[in-house]
């Protein structure tokens, strides 16, 4: 028998969806050989809601508490996920593909001498022999890799595989793991939070993304307003980042996120390849448009040929209207 680490991640003292979805995939995988998952947990506290680990195919937690994991340090980080694989002796070990997994699993994989996939959106284990998928060349062609080796680390796509609680009731007891105290060469300092109250596109099941064709930051009131009546996250495209009109961690695509939401709606957008690769996961494309020969409209399920000044609002009246 052997062992399964994912590594957690929470955000407010929750466990993120994204977390959820890998240890789903991993608990998939595990009931195959009667393997045993377990989860490592670094933060600065407990969190609120353990039990949705349990949930969704935790054996073990291991929760490494400390007020130095508040913030994302890479040396640290990696320390305490080798010290827990040394706990449990696990041979695969399943990041989510967030910022924060992207650049963890590499150093993980480094230091183990694993090999390591990035951003997987599917993984099959048959007969002991690990398959995975991921998109390569911006999403053009899906790559698949059977991964060898005594240990193997990958990341998952967020978004793509789906939350199933197997195990709805079920309760784990934490088993502390000690955080390292030597002195590391990088010091982290926490940065303000960005916009606490809104959603990241990352973990949104609607984004809205605003591009170009809204002409100035002041407009993306338009692309908000629609965000909130859906309930949903506001997305930019590269070009509005660039000219200053919306943050970097707004940006979806090549160089931003990659997000898979149940709805995503493109307004001024025209579908830029590495836009996207970052999107193209997303269940249900909307996009609105005034150029009846933008790329987006190729591939989007529903195309609103107009112009959004006139087309979005009226949108979001409506769906106010219906949602009263
Ligand atoms: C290496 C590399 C990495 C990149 N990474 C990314 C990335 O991560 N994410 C990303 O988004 N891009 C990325 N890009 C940039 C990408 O190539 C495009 O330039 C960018 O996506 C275009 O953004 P846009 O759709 O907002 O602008 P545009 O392509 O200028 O499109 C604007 C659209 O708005 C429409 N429009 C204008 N006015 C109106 C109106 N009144 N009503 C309705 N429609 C209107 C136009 O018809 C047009 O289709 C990358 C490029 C490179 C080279």
Same mark, same amino acid.
């Given at each position: 028998m052997?062992?399964?680490?994912?590594?957690?991640e929470e955000k407010n003292h929750r466990i993120?969806? @994204?977390? *959820?979805?890998?240890?789903? &995939?991993?608990?998939?995988? /595990? $009931?195959? !050989?009667?393997?045993?998952?377990?989860?490592?947990?670094?933060?600065?506290?407990?969190?609120?809601?353990? @039990?949705? *680990?349990?949930?969704?195919? &935790?054996?073990r937690?291991? /929760? $490494?508490? !400390?007020?130095?994991?508040g913030v994302y340090h890479p040396d640290l980080y990696k320390q305490v996920v080798l010290n827990a694989v040394q706990a449990c002796g696990a041979d695969l070990l399943l990041f989510s593909a967030t910022a924060m997994g992207r650049d963890l699993a590499p150093r993980v994989a480094v230091a183990l001498s694993a090999p390591c996939l990035a951003d997987?959106?599917?993984?099959?284990?048959?007969?002991?022999?690990?398959?995975?998928?991921?998109?390569?060349?911006?999403?053009k062609v899906l790559g698949r890799f059977v991964v060898n080796g005594n240990r193997k680390v990958l990341s998952?796509?967020?978004?793509?595989?789906?939350?199933?609680?197997?195990r709805p009731g079920a309760e784990?007891?934490?088993?502390?793991?000690?955080?390292?105290?030597?002195?590391?060469?990088?010091?982290?300092?926490?940065?303000?939070?960005p916009d606490a109250g809104r959603m990241d596109v990352a973990d949104a099941d609607v984004v809205v993304t605003g591009g170009r064709g809204l002409r100035s930051a002041e407009n993306f009131t338009l692309v908000e307003e629609l965000a909130d009546a859906l309930g949903g996250a506001v997305g930019a495209t590269r070009a509005v980042v660039d000219s200053g009109w919306r943050p970097h961690r707004e940006q979806v695509g090549q160089t931003g996120k990659v997000v898979s939401p149940n709805l995503y709606f493109m307004i001024g957008a025209s579908g830029s390849i590495q836009h996207w690769a970052g999107m193209s996961g997303s269940r249900c494309i909307v996009a609105i448009n005034k150029d009846p020969n933008a790329p987006i409209?190729?591939?989007?399920?529903?195309?609103?040929?107009?112009?959004?000044?006139e087309i979005v609002p009226a949108l979001t009246?409506?769906?106010?209207k219906r949602s009263a």
């Open positions: 052997s062992t399964i680490l994912v590594i957690a993120r969806n @994204a977390t *959820l979805e890998v240890l789903t &995939a991993a608990a998939g995988l /595990a $009931a195959r !050989d009667g393997d045993r998952v377990a989860v490592l947990l670094p933060s600065s506290a407990a969190v609120d809601d353990s @039990a949705s *680990l349990a949930a969704c195919g &935790a054996d937690l291991f /929760a $490494a508490l !400390d007020p130095r994991l997987c959106t599917e993984v099959t284990m048959q007969n002991g022999t690990l398959t995975a998928t991921k998109p390569l060349f911006a999403g998952l796509r967020a978004g793509v595989f789906p939350i199933i609680e197997r784990i007891a934490p088993e502390p793991l000690p955080v390292p105290d030597s002195a590391f060469p990088l010091q982290v300092t926490p940065a303000a939070a409209f190729q591939r989007a399920d529903y195309g609103l040929l107009g112009d959004l000044f009246a409506e769906i106010k």
